[in-house]
């Protein structure tokens, strides 16, 4: 199990940016990867971008060329989403996941307690 914690969510207007960081502790070198998921209410939590050690990236289509996720060289425990251009449908409560790898191919999911991004007209 790797400890999860999220800050740089917040208010926003349209049009604006926010960025969020998670930090991992714990067993963090045993994570395979890193993202940002979202959910709002009455709606099932949705990928919006992921990263892996080894640098791969993956967006959710709506997101694509307004949203940057990144992760720190060093220790590969730190994980960032850079939102630009930010749109009222962005709002959500924001979490992130780490892969854990368990051994035998066996990935676990780890998330944090989430974050509050709200985008206001």
């Known amino acids: 199990q790797v400890q999860l914690v999220e800050s740089g969510g917040g208010l926003v207007q349209a049009g604006g940016s926010l960025r969020l960081s998670c930090a991992a502790s714990?067993?963090?070198?045993?994570?395979?990867?890193m993202g940002w998921y979202r959910q709002v209410p009455g709606k099932q939590r949705e990928l919006v971008a992921t990263?892996?050690?080894?640098?791969?990236?993956?967006y959710v289509d709506s997101v694509k060329g307004r949203f940057t996720i990144s992760m720190d060289n060093a220790e590969k425990n730190t994980v960032y989403l850079q939102m630009n251009s930010l749109e009222p449908e962005d709002t959500a409560v924001y979490y992130c996941?780490?892969?854990?790898?368990?051994?035998?191919?066996?990935?676990?999911?780890?998330w944090g307690q989430g974050t509050q991004v709200t985008v206001s007209t």
């Open positions: 996941n780490a892969k854990l790898d368990v051994g035998l191919g066996v990935s676990l999911d780890n």
């Open positions: 714990g067993n963090s070198f045993r994570i395979n990867a």
């Open positions: 990263i892996t050690r080894t640098g791969l990236t993956n």
